[in-house]
């Protein structure tokens, strides 16, 4: 079935996801900004027929069965508490919300409106992300019991654009972090103690953060940083040897399988290039499927996962958005 889905959002990866959603057959029938003049820009860009403004609006067409929220971090909750009020499915982008409790109260009124939703947390889908969980499942270096990873990458220092800017829940945590914190959760479990240190910009959001944690099953050290380009790569180590995940780990394009006393294996990974379109599919999948979380992008992992960053964030003092109230 073709699913028509609107988009939430005029930015960067809007404008990948809409390539997405195509290439998986589904069409995208309206797109929604904060400025009329940012909608009908992307829809003319885009070949869209409907431009939204603001976002609440978007919910106003019927046409659409299915919204992925790609707007900035401080309002991902308030846009996907409209299309649950609305009785629309989202898929929300990463982070889900700034905080735990936010993403709590979405995920609570979705179960009591039988709506599916979900965070895109599209590293979860990829294929080397799936290979990694059989070559660790067949137990080729034992059972995991440390990460190492890092997501460093300079992100533009404008002070005019989101990363910089505590009201729209900027920072490295949330837009990076967020990656390394979900592979150690997904690898090792949930986390019960963590320690982190690192630097603040004088808007109070977080340049960088390294983070030392220990989950159920392990120990995790990982750190992220919008300033400086330090490599987006992670390790999983077991007592019979490591797993290196090529850069960038989160859709990584092969492993590399060092085992004690085995040759080196390399494992290139076919359909790492296809990005966004695992996340379209299991969408599209749990839809047909009357499902109303998918298995693989819990609630129940996202949350962990921002309470693992909230903590960071309390520990460094970076400083949230306060969050516009919900209206029921
Ligand atoms: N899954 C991934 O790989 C991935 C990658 C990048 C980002 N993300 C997530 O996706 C969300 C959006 O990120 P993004 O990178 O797409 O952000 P972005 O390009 O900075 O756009 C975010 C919002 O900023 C506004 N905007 C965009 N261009 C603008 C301009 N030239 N002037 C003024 N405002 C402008 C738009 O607001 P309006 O919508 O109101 O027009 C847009 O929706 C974030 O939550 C981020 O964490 C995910």
Redesign the pocket.
């Known amino acids: 079935m073709t699913r028509r889905w609107g988009i939430m ?6 404008s990948a996801f809409v390539d997405a959603i195509r290439a998986e057959g589904g069409s995208v029938v309206a797109v929604s ?3 009329p003049g ?2 009908h820009r992307f829809a003319a860009d885009h070949g869209i027929a409907v431009a939204a403004s603001p976002h609440a609006d978007l919910l106003r067409h019927d046409d659409v069965e299915v919204v992925y929220i ?4 401080e309002r ?1 909750h308030l846009d996907a508490h409209a299309c649950i009020a609305a009785g629309v499915p989202a898929l929300v ?3 889900f919300a700034v905080h735990a409790a936010a993403a709590r109260a979405v995920f609570a009124a979705a179960r009591t409106a039988g709506l599916f939703v979900a965070e ?1 947390m ?1 590293t979860r889908l990829q294929p080397a992300t799936l290979r990694l969980h059989d070559e660790l499942g067949s137990g080729v270096i034992g059972a995991p019991t440390a990460v190492q990873a890092s997501f460093g990458v300079v992100l533009n220092s404008d002070p005019s ?2 990363w910089r800017s505590a009201a729209l829940g900027g920072g490295a945590l949330l ?1 990076l972090g967020v990656y390394p914190a979900t592979l150690a959760h997904d690898l090792l479990g949930p986390a019960h103690r963590v320690q982190a240190t690192g630097q603040l910009a004088d808007t109070g959001v977080d340049l960088t953060a390294a983070v030392v944690a220990e989950h159920e099953r392990g120990s995790a050290t990982w750190r992220c940083s919008m300033i400086d380009a330090s490599g987006v790569w992670a390790t999983v180590a077991g007592v019979d040897g490591h797993i290196w995940l090529a850069e960038p780990f989160h859709h990584a394009p092969s492993l590399t399988i060092h085992q004690r006393d085995r040759p080196v294996r390399q494992v290139p990974i076919d359909g790492h290039e296809l990005g966004y379109r695992y996340e379209v599919r299991e969408v599209h999948r749990c839809l047909d499927a009357g499902l109303v979380e998918s298995p693989c992008l819990t609630h129940a992992d996202t949350l962990a996962v921002l309470e693992v960053l909230d903590e960071i964030g309390a520990q460094l003092g970076v400083l949230r958005p306060t969050l516009a109230p919900v209206r029921p």
């Open positions: 959002g005029t930015g960067i990866i809007a900004s904060a400025t940012r909608a790609a707007t900035t971090n991902h982008e990463k982070p895109a599209w654009r989101r837009d």
